[in-house]
């Protein structure tokens, strides 16, 4: 488990967190007393991840000295610099930290708090190219990065506009890369940022077209503690979560 890397992809502003993100990114929001990246980074290094890269862009020297108070002890813990935050979606970020992407890594948004267990559930999830966790609920919001699985579990599509009828699951923000998977996920980030329009795409674009050459299964975190942090509320929900 040592040699996987985690990859969080920190570098937005969260507009719709405003005002509580106009001068600070929300990766460093305050969730039950601790920020949301402080989080992230002891959770995955309780389930054993030895190198933690975090691509940051919007006020970048605030997660610099978050990493310096908290961190300056662990060596192992480094930000890549996006630059094109403002004019590029995550995409992007994936592109800038592509060097790190050898060998088996997690790639996990940066605002979703996680518990080590569910990290712990991922990584001892059945061998695949690549594996995106998912959880399960009774409806699904306008929102929700909704998947569709077919009858072994792996995933035929990932999208926000997954027609209802079709949708069994939703995407909670972390997927697992092994094998050939990174190289597949590095070319294929490197064909679609050929064309400018992509530049305003999301990862998970690129997991979508994987699942559809069958390299993309499922890992269920149902019963762990995870929150993506979108909307104030969302704050209050996971401070609730995870003083538990």
């Known amino acids: 488990m040592n ?3 985690a990859i969080i992809l920190s570098a937005g ?7 509580l993100t106009e ?3 929300k990766c460093l929001l305050p969730v039950a007393g601790k920020p949301v990246l402080a989080w992230q980074i002891d959770a995955l290094s309780a389930a054993g991840i030895g190198e933690i890269i975090i691509v940051a862009g919007f006020q970048v020297g605030q997660i610099e000295a978050l990493l310096q108070a908290r961190y300056a002890a662990q060596s192992s813990i480094r930000i890549v610099f996006n630059p094109f935050y403002e004019v590029a979606d995550n995409l992007a970020s994936c592109w800038l930290a592509r060097d790190a992407m050898e060998g088996d890594f997690l790639l996990l948004n940066g605002d979703t708090v996680i518990e080590p267990a569910l990290v712990a559930q991922v990584l001892n999830s059945p ?3 690549i594996t995106l966790s998912v959880d399960f609920k009774e409806s699904y919001d306008a929102d ?11 995933v035929k599509q990932v999208s926000k506009i997954v027609p209802p009828h079709e949708i069994d699951a939703e995407s909670i923000g972390l997927v697992y890369f092994r094998g050939q998977g990174p190289r597949y996920f590095r070319q294929a980030i490197e064909s679609a940022l050929r064309h400018p329009a992509e530049l305003k795409s999301w990862y998970l674009s690129i997991i979508d077209k994987l699942a559809g050459q069958h390299l993309v299964n499922s890992c269920a975190v149902k019963g762990l503690r995870w929150c993506e942090i979108d909307f104030i509320e969302d704050l209050a929900r996971a401070g609730m979560l995870f003083t538990k």
Do not use: C, E, H, T
Request: net charge positive; glycine share 4%.
């Open 144 to 154: 929700d990065m909704k998947v569709q699985l077919n009858a072994d579990r792996w």
């Open 127 to 129: 061998s695949a190219p």
């Open 23 to 25: 001068n600070s990114p």
């Open 3 to 5: 040699a996987v890397k």
């Open 13 to 19: 502003q969260g507009r719709r967190l405003l005002p």
